[in-house]
């Protein structure tokens, strides 16, 4: 039986476990649901949980271990001279037995050794996929009954349920911790290796980049540079142009939608502005590669200025546009959190609306509009897609918006495109790079969830 199958047809059970449980409690109290300690619902569920779990973690193991144990057992009945062959020609030739079984093409010339191993594989997974059926459904079906017969009046369901609940939301939390702590550790080992090769200080302090290394000993004019400096001055001035349009446009927008705006207005006109958001970043990359790049190269020239093709303004614009949804959603949210009371005060003193924006709401909502707007940092920090479609490779270490930059993403993309071996200071150096962003950014929202914090505690 096929996997997709398997699972729907536990699926199939836990639903049937769920009502089968339900209607025992209600049989075992003829129908009188206030003797039930739980309700009824709350049996029907411990039911489900009890019938699909066990067999989903037991399907979970099988999978698993399944393919190494048939490859161990293939193995064990290939003739001597096979099993002793090194591990790298014994793994290759496992492969072209699964790849004979799978019908696919093999590496050599299929032989009678191969065919016969390839048959025995098959019959291996067959036994074992219909032991894997057989097994999982008798546990879901043995569990599910057993749970249903140990209902009683004085069962605590809904303590059961509730603790199965807790036990897997630890789980998904532990996960995602574990899961980010990888990634973390796999980046700090890769960019400990780079700088075991490049000194720190020369990554950190110095003013030239350029990654190409010699693939050969001979090879002239690829010693390789690792400066970041331009990287990091190429992202701050991107982020900075953004900026400069996303916080006054998405801060004013979310001002006028939460104090001005009819109601009717609001509901329309919320929406419309977050649809912003919801456009893949490629889209803006061609919006400022083919429309706004293009422009302001024209707009230059017509006033004497020697503009790149390709420059940090149209990046920062069309980046700062993408942003402002998120600017506006989340300032729009803050404002509306400060308690009514205030702005009732400030009208009872005599304020003016304008007067109690200015002096009363934005004091009130800064700590969470300078959170909202570090986040957008973090995030215009992080985008990739329109800096390379309208801000250039080029590592240039300049302050001049009209000419070409690239950001530290851009050139990590870079770094791990091509056929440079995966050990070489050239790919390693994206790793120095992705660590120095994650602290950047890991600072970032430190504070940003430092000044909601603190909001939080003034206001509740």
Known sequence: M???????????????????????????????????????????????????????????????????IITHLVVSHLPETLQNLSSNRLSLFINDIKNLANGGIISGEVDAVTTAAAEHYNNLRYISNAALTVFVLGIAIACAAFTAKSISKEKRARNEVEFAIKVFLIICSTIAIFTTLGIVLSVLFEAIRFFRV??????????????????????????????????????????????????????????????????????????????????????????????????????????????????????????????????????????????????????????????????????????????GVLLAVSRAIGETMIVVMAAGLAANLTANPLETVT??????????????????????????????LFIITLTLNFIALYIVRKYREQYD
């Not at 851009?410 to 992705?434: N, R």
Request: proline content about 6%; hydrophobic content about 50%.
């Open 198 to 371: 490049v000194p720190i200080t020369e990554f950190l302090f110095s003013a030239e980049w350029s990654p190409q290394m010699a693939i050969r000993e001979d090879q002239v004019g690829s010693s390789g540079a690792f400066g970041s400096i331009p990287l990091f001055t190429g992202t701050l001035l991107i982020t900075v142009i953004a900026m400069c349009i996303a916080v006054p446009i998405g801060l004013m927008s979310a001002l006028y939608l939460t104090e001005y705006a009819t109601p009717k207005f609001r509901t329309v006109a919320k929406p419309l502005l977050e649809i912003l958001a919801g456009v893949p970043t490629v889209v803006y990359g061609f919006f400022a590669a083919l429309t706004v790049a293009p422009m302001i190269r024209d707009y230059g020239a017509f006033l004497g200025l020697d503009v790149s093709s390709e420059s940090a303004l149209a990046a920062g614009i069309v980046m700062g546009i993408m942003i402002i949804p998120f600017v506006s959603s989340l300032s729009d949210d803050v404002i509306n959190a400060v308690p009514q009371s205030l702005r009732d005060g400030a009208y009872g003193m005599g304020a003016t609306k304008s007067e109690t924006i200015r002096k009363v709401i934005i004091p009130a909502a800064l700590p969470g509009i300078v959170g």
């Open 407 to 436: 950001t530290v993403t851009v050139q990590i993309v870079t770094l791990l495109v091509g056929d440079q071996e995966f050990d070489s200071p050239k790919t390693m150096a994206a790793f120095a790079l992705g660590l120095v």
């Open 2 to 68: 096929q996997t997709t199958t398997l699972i729907l047809l536990l699926l199939a059970f836990s639903v049937i476990a769920y009502q089968f449980g339900k209607r025992r409690s209600l049989v075992i109290v003829s129908g009188k649901v206030k003797e039930l300690h739980s309700l009824p619902s709350y049996y029907g569920y411990l039911t489900a949980i009890w019938c699909g779990i066990p067999a989903l973690i037991i399907f979970g193991l099988w999978s698993a271990f399944e393919s190494t």
